[in-house]
Nanobody
Framework: QVQLVESGGGLVQAGGSLRLSCAAS??????AGWFRQATGKEREVVAT????????AYADSVRGRFTISRDNVKNTVHLEMKSLKPEDTAVYYC???????????WGQGTQVTVSS
């Protein structure tokens, strides 16, 4: 059974930083991603990382501020978020897959709130 558990969300002032973590069990060497969904908006991809960690991609809105990384020994995926803005406020979800066309597994989400 695959399980993804996010942690690290919280309340931070604009300009601050947070580090999200996603602990995976039941699955190894998977492509991983962080998504977010703000109130009243559709879920959007924030960043993705390949199974090896050698390839990453970012949404334009976070490029240069967020960094996705992974530790394949600990089977964890991280999202380092810096220079946070109020518009980064959302529920952040970790996702994982071995399917090239769809995300198969999702975490429960962690709330990130950035105050102005």
């Amino acid at each position: 059974q695959v399980q993804l558990v996010e942690s690290g969300g919280g309340l931070v002032q604009a300009g601050g930083s947070l580090r999200l973590s996603c602990a995976a069990s039941g699955l190894t060497y998977f492509r991983a991603g962080w998504f977010r969904q703000a109130t009243g908006k559709e879920r959007e991809v924030v960043a993705t990382i390949s199974g090896s960690g050698g390839s990453t991609a970012y949404a334009d809105s976070v490029r240069g501020r967020f960094t996705i990384s992974r530790d394949n020994v600990k089977n964890t995926v991280h999202l380092e978020m810096k220079s946070l803005k109020p518009e980064d406020t959302a529920v952040y979800y970790c996702a994982a897959t071995r399917n090239p066309t769809q995300w198969m597994y999702w975490g429960q989400g962690t709330q990130v709130t950035v105050s102005s």
